[in-house]
């Protein structure tokens, strides 16, 4: 069994930065690769970064490539990730997942997934 638990999320202003964490619970934290995913309102939930268990291959979505970092520490079985320059489309809930044996961007091939945390960014 694994669990994700999210935190770090809140309001922040357009231009502003935020850092998510991910605490994760089980043995199996550096094998597969992990990702983070967000979802608005009425919208289908969105790709937003993921990584290998050496942290060497970090794939990012587009609409996120130069503004947000995607890390882990495997010693601390966290991930992270560093939003800066933050935009109001960026306001969603956003879910840490685990269990990708592929840097896929495909929700589908993640088996674990946190609980959630909200990112506001107000204009």
């Known amino acids: 069994q694994v669990q994700l638990v999210e935190s770090g999320g809140g309001l922040v202003q357009a231009g502003g930065s935020l850092r998510l964490s991910c605490a994760a619970s089980?043995?199996?934290?550096?094998?597969?690769?992990m990702g983070w995913f967000r979802q608005a309102p009425g919208k289908e939930r969105e790709f937003v970064a993921t990584?290998?268990?050496?942290?060497?291959?970090?794939p990012y979505a587009d609409s996120v490539k130069g503004r947000f970092t995607i890390s882990r520490d495997n010693a601390k079985n966290t991930l992270y990730l560093q939003m800066n320059s933050l935009k109001p489309e960026d306001t969603a809930v956003y879910y840490c997942a685990a269990g990708s044996r592929l840097p896929t961007d495909s929700p589908h091939e993640y088996a674990y997934w946190g609980q959630g945390t909200q990112v506001t960014v107000t204009s």
């Open positions: 089980g043995r199996t934290f550096s094998s597969y690769y």
């Open positions: 990584i290998s268990w050496t942290g060497t291959n970090t």
